[in-house]
């Protein structure tokens, strides 16, 4: 690999390393990075929102969980599992119960509004097709 430069390649990067004033497009610039999707960092931010507040929600309800079940089964973390480990068995007929509906309903609402601009990207889709 040849690493000499000729004094007309300093020259010109000399000339390419200048700034410049910048060129008046009349805005043309502005519009078109306007148009072009968000930059990764936005994307990584965005997700990393979504995540936090899928984490609280999460970690509500556990809470909320860990409050219903009582302080002295909260404390007891074995028989918290078991029941927990029995709910899951049982969730046919828990989804009776009011306070479950609730519960189901409240995570569907957030995971909705979480990915809801996924969901109407792939709506839009398919019905374009």
Sequence with gaps: MNTQHSPDEDQL??????????????G???????TLPP??????LKLNHRFIACSLGATAGLIWALVISGP?????????AADLETSFSNLADSLSDPTVLTLGTLILVSLAFAFSREIITKLTERISR
């Design 72 to 80: 002295q089964r909260a404390i007891d973390l074995t028989t918290f």
């Design 39 to 44: 930059s990764s960092t936005n994307l990584r």
């Design 28 to 34: 043309f610039s502005a519009r078109v990075l306007n």
């Design 13 to 26: 990067e000399a000339l390419l390393r200048k700034s410049a004033a910048p060129i008046a497009d009349e």
